[in-house]
């Protein structure tokens, strides 16, 4: 995350330097908040999976002391919306530390919510299904100085949610996690090629296309930027932060099924007809049939014959596989395994929730790094050829 997002705000249109940030456990960085950096943040950045600007702390484990702290807190800063009426509803992450539920406590920041927007001659409504903002409640912090923060949410909700996958597939990659492995890959654009040999719905070409070029997945007029007067005079339009990149991608499938729905996705991300008939190839290929002149002859690119990446998300039989039998999955390991061995200089990135997986493929990853794929533990692997 904290390499694509320095990536990003350095073509960014803004001349702000972005510092390093402070890390909250496995899965949380933290910035210093400005308006620039937030506004990159929100439009751009691929690998987050929510971007919220933290505004409110309480160290109260009752519900009772923390509508005491917040509702004050509420009322006095001029940063809370304003108008006639605002739409609001409010999410709650784990909090399972909380002396109270997870309802009662999205239900006591709610209250103290309506009842600053009322004093401020504001009209509170709750209205999850389609709100003007978001208010995010997580809580924080060690075991031993936990608090409970509230913020807003400025990135437009879970950001898997990209809207370019119309057809999906049985076990889809979330789009965040095929950008997080495309990061982890170490994919140069400007040197090498992508090959998805497992695409299914096209996720992680998609992905890699839009890392490849900088492209917004968010528009400031669909966020919550438009309704704060901190976001006032920044820019409306998001254009692609890398208009000079040129990716040589080649999505594949063994199924041909699954084809008609890969180039359904990726004509939903814009990314279909004469500007990427020669940057993104989709082909119907066996995997364990691969050959370095098979990618060679489909690639019309000078870098077709360089070393790329492998970059994939193979079936792990729990929803997808499972119904071949487990010796047929691990078979299929194998021969990828042996598939890719015949690519000298590759180096390949996956997803993977079967912990026999390794074993089966038969390369020694150079790097696990554990992650959960809507709800199944997994590991991102990285391999060297």
């Given at each position: 995350?904290?390499?694509?997002?320095?990536?990003?705000?350095?073509?960014?249109?803004?001349?702000?330097?972005?510092?390093?940030?402070?890390?909250?456990?496995?899965?949380?960085?933290?910035?210093?908040?400005?308006?620039?950096?937030?506004?990159?943040?929100?439009?751009?950045?691929?690998?987050?999976?929510?971007?919220?600007?933290?505004?409110?702390?309480?160290?109260?484990?009752?519900?009772?002391?923390?509508?005491?702290?917040?509702?004050?807190?509420?009322?006095?800063?001029?940063?809370l919306?304003?108008?006639?009426?605002?739409?609001?509803?409010?999410?709650?992450?784990?909090?399972?530390?909380f002396?109270?539920?997870?309802?009662?406590?999205?239900?006591?920041?709610?209250?103290?919510?309506a009842?600053?927007?009322?004093?401020?001659?504001?009209?509170?409504?709750?209205?999850?299904?389609?709100?003007?903002?978001?208010?995010?409640?997580?809580?924080?912090?060690?075991?031993?100085?936990?608090?409970?923060?509230?913020?807003?949410?400025i990135g437009?909700?879970?950001r898997?949610?990209?809207g370019?996958?119309?057809?999906?597939?049985?076990?889809?990659?979330?789009?965040?996690?095929?950008?997080?492995?495309?990061?982890?890959?170490?994919?140069?654009?400007?040197?090498?090629?992508l090959?998805?040999?497992?695409?299914?719905?096209?996720?992680?070409?998609?992905?890699?296309?839009?890392?490849a070029?900088?492209?917004?997945?968010?528009?400031?007029?669909?966020?919550?930027?438009?309704?704060?007067g901190?976001?006032k005079?920044?820019?409306?339009?998001?254009?692609?932060?890398?208009?000079?990149?040129?990716?040589?991608?080649?999505?594949l499938?063994?199924?041909?099924?699954?084809?008609p729905?890969?180039?359904?996705?990726?004509?939903?991300?814009?990314?279909?007809?004469?500007?990427?008939e020669?940057?993104?190839?989709?082909?119907?290929?066996d995997?364990?049939?691969?050959?370095?002149?098979?990618?060679?002859?489909m690639?019309?690119?000078?870098?077709?014959?360089?070393?790329?990446?492998?970059c994939?998300?193979?079936?792990?039989?729990?929803?997808?596989?499972?119904?071949?039998?487990?010796?047929?999955?691990?078979?299929?390991?194998?021969?990828?395994?042996?598939?890719?061995?015949?690519?000298?200089?590759?180096?390949?990135?996956?997803?993977?929730?079967?912990?026999?997986?390794?074993?089966?493929?038969?390369?020694?990853?150079?790097?696990?790094?554990?992650?959960?794929?809507?709800?199944?533990?997994?590991?991102?692997?990285?391999?060297?050829?």
């Amino acid at each position: 995350m904290e390499a694509e997002f320095k990536r990003l705000v350095m073509r960014s249109p803004f001349d702000v330097r972005v510092d390093k940030p402070k890390r909250e456990g496995e899965s949380t960085l933290l910035y210093p908040f400005d308006a620039r950096v937030a506004w990159v943040a929100a439009c751009y950045h691929r690998t987050s999976s929510r971007i919220s600007w933290d505004l409110w702390s309480s160290e109260a484990v009752r519900l009772e002391p923390l509508f005491d702290d917040l509702l004050p807190a509420f009322s006095t800063d001029p940063r809370l919306p304003g108008g006639k009426a605002l739409r609001f509803s409010v999410e709650v992450g784990a909090a399972s530390d909380f002396e109270a539920s997870p309802l009662q406590l999205r239900g006591v920041v709610k209250n103290a919510i309506a009842e600053a927007l009322i004093s401020h001659g504001v009209e509170a409504v709750l209205d999850p299904e389609s709100p003007d903002v978001v208010f995010v409640v997580r809580r924080v912090g060690t075991p031993e100085a936990r608090r409970t923060v509230v913020g807003f949410d400025i990135g437009g909700g879970a950001r898997h949610r990209r809207g370019a996958r119309v057809a999906m597939g049985a076990a889809p990659l979330r789009e965040t996690l095929a950008s997080q492995l495309i990061m982890l890959s170490r994919w140069d654009v400007r040197t090498e090629p992508l090959v998805d040999p497992m695409a299914g719905g096209g996720t992680i070409p998609i992905e890699a296309a839009g890392l490849a070029v900088g492209a917004a997945i968010r528009h400031p007029s669909d966020l919550l930027l438009s309704r704060l007067g901190v976001f006032k005079g920044l820019p409306s339009e998001v254009p692609d932060l890398f208009p000079g990149s040129t990716p040589c991608i080649l999505a594949l499938d063994s199924d041909a099924g699954r084809i008609p729905a890969m180039v359904g996705n990726l004509r939903a991300a814009g990314l279909t007809g004469q500007a990427y008939e020669k940057s993104i190839v989709v082909a119907q290929q066996d995997v364990r049939t691969l050959t370095p002149d098979y990618v060679g002859r489909m690639l019309p690119s000078s870098r077709a014959m360089s070393p790329g990446v492998f970059c994939f998300n193979p079936p792990y039989g729990v929803r997808l596989g499972a119904e071949e039998g487990e010796d047929k999955l691990l078979g299929l390991y194998g021969a990828m395994g042996r598939s890719f061995a015949r690519f000298k200089g590759w180096r390949a990135a996956c997803f993977v929730a079967n912990p026999r997986f390794v074993e089966a493929f038969g390369h020694r990853p150079s790097m696990t790094k554990p992650a959960t794929n809507a709800e199944l533990k997994g590991a991102f692997l990285t391999y060297q050829f």
